[in-house]
């Protein structure tokens, strides 16, 4: 049970100075999942192109159900 308590100590210890050799500089927020408001990313620095028109949509054939009546009614 003793050398539980020393690693504990020993590992209190170990963390105690990283954190104090540090300083300022230790970032505890993780990953920031990309807010960080300095970082400029590509498309926001240039402008959006519109995308092209898309192709109208070939007419049905004469006769041929459309695809509400060709589904069959679900109950």
Request: proline share 13%.
């Amino acid at each position: 049970m003793w050398k539980i308590f020393v690693a504990f100590v020993a590992f209190a210890l170990l963390a105690l100075f990283v954190i104090m050799k540090g300083g300022d500089k230790i970032d505890m927020q993780g990953e920031a999942a990309g807010h960080n408001p300095t970082e400029v990313h590509e498309s926001a620095s240039t402008p959006a192109t519109p995308a092209a028109p898309a192709a109208p949509a070939m007419p049905a054939a004469p006769g041929a159900p459309t695809p509400a009546e060709a589904a069959p009614a679900s109950k």
